[in-house]
């Protein structure tokens, strides 16, 4: 079976700027999730999708980051406007259904570099 | 909370044994373990569910001992392949994982 698709697998902005991520969850998976993974450090959740509501997004900085995830499938992330720390991969990963006895599947990641 | 792992880093030689561990100051639900090669998507290695059940590769063992709120992953007869960083993802109820900050291994011939 396919893997989850991402892209674009490089950015880079200048700082203020907007960008966007897409992902494209594995077939079937009903959850979706959406981390930030700065060099040298494990991922971070930001958003968590169940099919297409909001499972729990508390560390996504609402103020400058927006995502959804459209018919249950697939997903957008956005940067609005761009801060330099938000330089970091954006990983995103699907799993079968809710909850943590599910194994999570991760896309290549974007990662994004802020100037 | 973000759970400790340690130790920070391991240097093998191909067939050595590793022990990569995994501390949580809160009561877990579950230990998700994934290896992440570099510049790579990290890839699932093993599930370990509060009550003893375990999903994961066949090559792979870990131990999930709930009092202590904590697990250990065992890599034995290292190979190559086996390089990587290591994350550690902690559960305290069905919500979210909160990953460790990695343990990263390098495995020489």
């Known amino acids: 079976e396919a893997g989850v698709a991402q892209s674009p697998r490089y950015k880079i902005i200048e700082k203020r700027q907007s960008v966007a991520f897409w992902c494209n969850p594995i077939s079937g998976h009903a959850t979706l999730y959406w981390y930030q993974q700065i060099l040298g450090q494990g991922p971070k959740l930001l958003i968590q999708f169940q099919n297409n509501g909001v499972v729990d997004d508390s560390q996504l900085p609402k103020d400058r980051f927006s995502a959804e995830r459209l018919k249950g499938v697939d997903s957008t992330l956005k940067i609005q406007p761009a801060k330099l720390e938000d330089s970091a991969v954006y990983l995103c990963?699907?799993?079968?259904?809710?909850?943590?006895?599910?194994?999570?599947?991760f896309g290549p990641g974007t990662r994004l570099t802020v100037t | 909370q973000q759970p400790v792992q340690s130790p920070q880093a391991v240097i093998l030689r191909e067939g050595e044994d590793a022990v990569i561990n995994c501390s949580s100051s809160?009561?877990?639900?579950?230990v998700h373990w994934y290896r992440q090669k570099h510049g790579e998507a990290p890839v699932f290695l093993m599930i370990?569910?509060?009550?003893?059940e375990q999903k994961g590769h066949e090559k792979i063992s870990a131990s999930f001992n709930e009092k202590k709120q904590q697990s250990s992953l065992y890599l034995t007869a290292s190979q190559l392949s086996y390089s990587g960083t290591y994350f550690c993802g902690t559960a305290y109820n069905t919500d979210k994982l909160i990953f460790g900050t990695g343990t990263r291994l390098q495995v020489f011939p």
């Open positions: 370990l569910l509060k009550g003893g």
């Open positions: 809160k009561a877990l639900y579950s």
């Open positions: 990963a699907s799993s079968r259904g809710l909850g943590n006895s599910y194994e999570q599947y």
